[in-house]
Structure formats: structure tokens, C-alpha cells
């Protein structure tokens, strides 16, 4: 039995600068009418694409685990898009399907917020050990954040060659979440080994 299972994560607040005009956004949470507008951030953001019953899977099997923010306008300018791994072999852990922040507001430490509110989410509501995510190893703007910014620890693993091309893929990237005394803190390592 899981408790808790609903709790709620408080949102949070962010004061941006100069290159998103000065604007408070707030971090919230995901619901079901922001999903294609999620869609299409995604579409402006990345090359990785999902069709809309995807993020209705998500959205209706894990709604307490997908962030995003929007500006003054009620845009949608970031969003995590984020499930609990189903296979029961694997440990209890969050995978993060999507993490996308248009360029309007990057280098804000939006994505890094979203990021946070995620994980402090599938800690609280399901007890996950970890989270996992997978990148393209060309892609060095995801390479330095979480390699940098947020500390994840990459592990051998095989080629996801059915979403990637092979010479683009690189191994599962695991970041080990931990809960500190007043608040919940990433984990600190980091192992590199590329196919």
C-alpha cells in the first residue's frame, strides 16, 4: 500500500531576469489542458518527438511527477514530463521522459528547478531510489547540465537504438536522489563511459 501516493508538492516560485523581461514564473504543476501545449514546446525545443497519447499516459498515470512553468502570458516556456519505470525488475525509480526550456529562458536554472520539483515529487509520492533519463551524446547543452549542474552519474548500458540512432546514443545517465535534513539534495558523483 502506498501512502501518500497524492501528496502534493508545494510550487515554486522563480524571479527571472533581464532575458525573460524581468518576469515571476511560476513552477506548477502538470494538468491535463496544458498537455498539448506541452506537446508543442516540445516540438520547438527538441528532435525527439512524442505523439499526444504519450503525454496523456503520463499525465493520467503519474499527474503528481510532470513541472512546468509559464510566463506572464500564460505560455508554457518549460516543462519535465516524467513517469515511474513500470518494469518490476528494476528498483522503484523516476524516468524523465522530457525536458525541454525554449530558448527565450535558458540560462535561468529553470530546467535545474524543474528538475528539483520532479525529484522532491517521486520521493515524496512514490519512494523512488533514483532517477534515470537518456541523452544524445551530441548533445553537449544536456551533457553540462546534468553532468554539471545537476551531478548525474553515468552507468554502461545498452544502446536505446530503437529511439536513437546508434551513433548518437549514449549509455543510461542515473542520478541518485538522497534526502538531506532540511531539504532534498542530488546526489554528487559522476562516471562517464561512453559506447
Keep these: 500500500m502506498r501512502l501518500g501516493l497524492l501528496k ?4 515554486a516560485t522563480v524571479w527571472c531576469g533581464p532575458l525573460a523581461r524581468a518576469a515571476k514564473i511560476n513552477i506548477h504543476n502538470a494538468q491535463p489542458e496544458d498537455l498539448m501545449n506541452m506537446q508543442h514546446c516540445n516540438l520547438l525545443c527538441l528532435p525527439e518527438n512524442y505523439q499526444m497519447k504519450y ?3 503520463h499525465g493520467l498515470s503519474w499527474p503528481q511527477l510532470s513541472y512546468l512553468t509559464k510566463d506572464e502570458d500564460g505560455k508554457i516556456v518549460d516543462y519535465v514530463l516524467a513517469k515511474m519505470e513500470e518494469d518490476p525488475d528494476y528498483v522503484p525509480h523516476e524516468h524523465i521522459t522530457s525536458l525541454a ?6 540560462h535561468l536554472s529553470l530546467a535545474q528547478k524543474l528538475m528539483d520539483q520532479a525529484s522532491r515529487a517521486v520521493m515524496e509520492n512514490f519512494c ?9 551524446k ?7 547540465l546534468y553532468s554539471n549542474t545537476l551531478n ?3 552507468c554502461l548500458s545498452t544502446c536505446l537504438s530503437h529511439i536513437y ?3 548518437e546514443c549514449l549509455p543510461w545517465s542515473y542520478l541518485t536522489v538522497s534526502r538531506m535534513a532540511s531539504h532534498f539534495q542530488l546526489s554528487m558523483t559522476f562516471h562517464i563511459k561512453l559506447l
Design 8 to 11: 502534493s508538492v508545494p510550487e
Design 128 to 136: 523512488s531510489k533514483y532517477v534515470s533519463l537518456d541523452i544524445m
Design 152 to 154: 548525474f552519474q553515468h
Design 165 to 167: 540512432p546508434v551513433n
Design 55 to 57: 503525454y496523456f499516459y
Design 101 to 106: 526550456v525554449k530558448c527565450s529562458h535558458q
Design 138 to 144: 551530441n548533445n553537449r547543452v544536456a551533457l553540462h
